[in-house]
Every structure is written in structure tokens, then in C-alpha cells.
């Protein structure tokens, strides 16, 4: 099965003449619990647009070269086609079955939806054009996020509601281990150097560890309830972790596997974080509050709240630092 990325410039040609600020650098949320789409410009943090998109888009990833943005509709079963720096549609992609999460490989020849509804795990080849299907992996149970072995030879998966991490090997599309790591495992981010795996633990208020060489959890970082979802801070030692319950964000040296500090006084539901190319200012999506925030990472305060609508969830600018330092150790 062959999937062309089929862009509609009819669409794409009425929304430029509609959407304000279409030349700025604009900011994409995804309200999931609207089926909506926020553009918010990045230099006056106001929305500029809002546009329909499919039910329930929860997250959003980049394509390897750069030059388009995928939104994924779980339940309508569809992506949409952004371009990364203003937010105007470029097209649709039918018949992607839930694809809650989503995900390319860190060469950009593998790329991963998860279905968090049906409990599978498609895994595509890429060409840089084509979505080629090599094999729908059943996993029990709820396969939720993922992460990449930076040598591109396995795709790692939280499983909530069993409560494991799952490591799948690309070039075969086979299950190679699963590890229990505790309650309601979300995020995952994968250390440099490919050894630890960093579990975002929802149900418990910590960030386990998994060594990915012994397939064994290592250790637990208390941050606080509900962690949930990381950012790379993209100075070669730290990345941010979100904790949903607690309405804080814990920032943690990825090196020595500590907790540095929290960031306090945020609004409830902290989620999804993304990092102005300034590397100052960090932007994350408040689940439970309808509302974006941007905190500023040198007094670590929250100095800016711009209201969204409902369940916002995935975020993404294209004026953004690396996931990963240039030249991490």
C-alpha cells in the first residue's frame, strides 16, 4: 500500500487571501477537544486564525526535509498538510487509521504512527515523498508516544494502560522486548548516547529510567504527578518534562539523571512544550485551561498567556530550537 502526499492548492490558494499575519512565523496548537487549529504569531502572541481541522488532532510532526508540518485526526482517520511557518493548508491524506502519534526516524526513512484506540503500531517506509505501509504491529495495550534509537534501528513505545515500554525493531517491524515501568507511562525522550530511555510517568510522579541495553528500569526521578510529555532545552544537558497534575515543569540534567528544579506558578494541565529558536522562551499547551502559556527559561516565570480553545494539545513552530544539541555527548 502507497500513500502520496496529495497537496490541494485550490484550498491552499483561498486560505492565503484569509488568514492574517500569513507572511508572519506562526505558532500551530491543535485544540483537540475541538477539532480546531489555532495560529498564534509569534512576536505579538496573539491568535491570527482559527481554522477546522479533523476530529481530534492531538499531535504534530515535522517531515525530515523541513518543508511540511503533518497534523494527525486520530478519529477522522486523516492528516492535514501545513506549511511549518504560517499554518496555511496544503492538503489532506486519507484512510491513515488512528494516528494519535506519529513520528519519523532520526534519518527520516521510517516513519511510525501509533494507534491508541485500535492498540497497533503501523510502522511506513519513507521516501521523502511516498508512505510506504511495511507492516500494522499489534501491541497491547493503548500505544501511546514514541521515541527513536538515534541509530534508527528502533522505535520505542509507551503502552498506558499495560503500562510498559515496548521496543520494536524497524528493518523487521517484530517486538524485540517489553518492559513493565509503572503507571500510565506517556512521553518518552531518548538520552544521547542511546543508552537511556526517559519514561514520563502520568500515573506517578516521577520519570523513570529504562536502560535500553539491559532492559531494565535504572531509576525513578521524582519531578512531580503527572509527568507527562518532554522538550530538549538544546543546550547539551537539560530537557524539560511537564507534569500535568501538579502544574509544574521539572528540569532535568540528562546527564547525571537529576532534577535540577521546577518551574512553579503555571496554569493546571501543563502538556506539550516547544522552544523558541532564542532557546529562552518556551512555549507549552495547558490541557485544562484553554489557554497557551510562554515561560521565559532565564527567571523560569510564566510571562504570557494567550487563550485557546478546548483540550489544547500538540504545538509546533517553525522558529524553533533543535530537539537535540548539534553535537551532544
Not at 511510525?112 to 497491547?140: C, E, M, W
Not at 528500569?217 to 501538579?246: E, Q
Request: glycine letters at 8%; a negative charge.
Amino acid at each position: 500500500m502507497r500513500f502520496r502526499c496529495l497537496y490541494n492548492f485550490t484550498l491552499l490558494i483561498a486560505l492565503a487571501g484569509v488568514l492574517p499575519g500569513a507572511m508572519a512565523e506562526n505558532v500551530v496548537v491543535l485544540d483537540s477537544g475541538e477539532a480546531k487549529i489555532n495560529l498564534i504569531d509569534e512576536a505579538t502572541r496573539t491568535v491570527v486564525a482559527v481554522m477546522p481541522a479533523g476530529k481530534e488532532p492531538h499531535h504534530l510532526m515535522i517531515t525530515p526535509d523541513g518543508k511540511t508540518l503533518i497534523v494527525a485526526n486520530s478519529i477522522s482517520d486523516n492528516f492535514m498538510f501545513l506549511d511549518p511557518h504560517t499554518g496555511a493548508v496544503r492538503g489532506w491524506l486519507q484512510d491513515m487509521e488512528d494516528p494519535y502519534q506519529l513520528g519519523f526516524s532520526p534519518d527520516g526513512k521510517w516513519f511510525v504512527t501509533n494507534g491508541l484506540r485500535l492498540d497497533r503500531v503501523d510502522i511506513y517506509r519513507y521516501d521523502g515523498q511516498h508512505f510506504s505501509l511495511a507492516k500494522h504491529v499489534p501491541i497491547r495495550k493503548m500505544p501511546s508516544h514514541m521515541t527513536f534509537s538515534l541509530d534508527n534501528k528502533t522505535v520505542f513505545v509507551s503502552l498506558q494502560e499495560s503500562g510498559e515500554i515496548a521496543a520494536i525493531d524497524l528493518p523487521t517491524q517484530t517486538i524485540r522486548w517489553r518492559v513493565h515501568v509503572g503507571d500510565d507511562p506517556a512521553g518518552l525522550w531518548m538520552v544521547p548516547g542511546n543508552r537511556f530511555l526517559l519514561v514520563g510517568m502520568t500515573g506517578e510522579d516521577n520519570v523513570t529510567v529504562v536502560d535500553t541495553q539491559t532492559h531494565t528500569v535504572v531509576k525513578k526521578i521524582h519531578t512531580g504527578r503527572g509527568a507527562h510529555n518532554f522538550r530538549s532545552l538544546d543546550d547539551g544537558t537539560h530537557v524539560a518534562v511537564t507534569n500535568r497534575v501538579d502544574s509544574t515543569i521539572s528540569i532535568l540534567d540528562y546527564k547525571t539523571l537529576t532534577n535540577t528544579g521546577d518551574i512553579t506558578g503555571l496554569m493546571p494541565g501543563p502538556d506539550d512544550m516547544e522552544l523558541q529558536a532564542d532557546r529562552r522562551h518556551l512555549w507549552v499547551t495547558f490541557r485544562f485551561s484553554r489557554h497557551v502559556g510562554v515561560i521565559d527559561l532565564a527567571t523560569r516565570k510564566l510571562v504570557s498567556t494567550i487563550e485557546v480553545g478546548r483540550s489544547p494539545h500538540g504545538i509546533f513552530m517553525g522558529d524553533r530550537a533543535p530537539v537535540y544539541a548539534p553535537n551532544p555527548d
